[in-house]
């Protein structure tokens, strides 16, 4: 019994020896075989081979610029352009363009559609009486005109104006004579007339047509009279503007102006013309 006991056991631990060395046998040849594998490996990259293929794109960004010039404005253009090329050398673009305007300051002023201006200045009566003496000599003139823009270069609108030449005295006997208080008042349908209308320094012609009323005053040794008398009339003349921004203006204006009134409803020493102005006038103003 003793003897199968230890029989047995002998038998039990060669077997685990065994197994032991087969265990121990496997371990080493894996690690042998990642070894060589690695060692291999190694090898091969020192040669260069296996090659690693990388695959590149090239992106090129290009932007183009233009710009045109003119009286209304500027006109900015941007083309950005990207290309893009691949491992192949194939190329793709694509591109996109951009645009602003940036409006001169005659175009910002012509956008401003209502004008109102006043004027101040010195205005000469053209007549004369029957004796060829002069009714007033230089004196003041002035002016408030407001008008709306129909396009940039026509206005439309109202005018009224004061024309106050200063009081003259003639004679000598039976003809002296002295005029006083000659004024003329004008409220008129106005009208305005720019030639360039796209430039900063304007030139243009003022008109208008409407009702006057005119009065003068005489005193002499054998008349004395006060008469004061409506009628048409009309003025024209011409104009040079200078826009400062694009709502404020300066400039000089010349009008004639021509009343249906005659001299001779307003002084006994009248010769029976109608009455006739030149005036000169600075003015300022807005638009708005």
């Not at 060692?39 to 990259?45: D, G, K, R, T, V």
């Not at 673009?93 to 300051?105: C, H």
């Not at 009081?167 to 030639?195: C, E, F, P, V, W």
Request: net charge neutral; charged share 15%; glycine share 8%.
């Amino acid at each position: 019994m003793k003897k199968t006991l230890v029989l047995a056991a002998w038998a039990f631990v060669s077997v685990q020896a065994v197994f032991a060395q087969n265990t121990q046998s496997a371990t080493y040849q894996q690690k042998a075989g990642a070894a060589a594998t690695q060692l291999a490996n190694e090898a091969s990259l020192k040669q260069g081979e296996p090659k690693l293929k990388v695959n590149t794109t090239t992106t090129t960004t290009s932007v183009y610029d233009s710009s045109v010039h003119n009286k209304r404005g500027t006109t900015d253009s941007m083309v950005v352009e990207q290309s893009v090329a691949n491992a192949q050398g194939q190329t793709t673009t694509e591109g996109e363009i951009y645009t602003s305007f940036t409006p001169s300051k005659a175009a910002q002023t012509n956008a401003r559609t209502r004008e109102l201006s006043v004027a101040a200045g010195m205005t000469h009566m053209y007549n004369q009486d029957s004796f060829n003496g002069h009714y007033g000599s230089n004196g003041m003139s002035a002016d408030v005109n407001m008008l709306w823009h129909t396009s940039p270069h026509f206005a439309l609108g109202f005018d009224y104006m004061m024309l106050h030449p200063y009081s003259q005295t003639h004679g000598s006997a039976d003809q002296a004579r002295n005029y006083d208080d000659i004024y003329l008042h004008g409220i008129s349908l106005a009208g305005k007339y720019t030639l360039n209308a796209w430039n900063n320094l304007r030139v243009y012609i003022p008109m208008g047509w409407g009702m006057m009323n005119a009065r003068m005053k005489t005193n002499s040794a054998l008349h004395h009279s006060s008469n004061d008398k409506w009628g048409t009339g009309f003025y024209a003349g011409l104009g040079l503007q200078y826009d400062f921004t694009p709502c404020l203006f300066a400039g000089l204006e010349y009008r004639y102006t021509y009343a249906f009134i005659s001299d001779k409803d307003l002084s006994s020493y009248g010769s029976d013309k109608n009455l006739q102005y030149h005036s000169a006038f600075l003015r300022v103003g807005m638009r708005f």
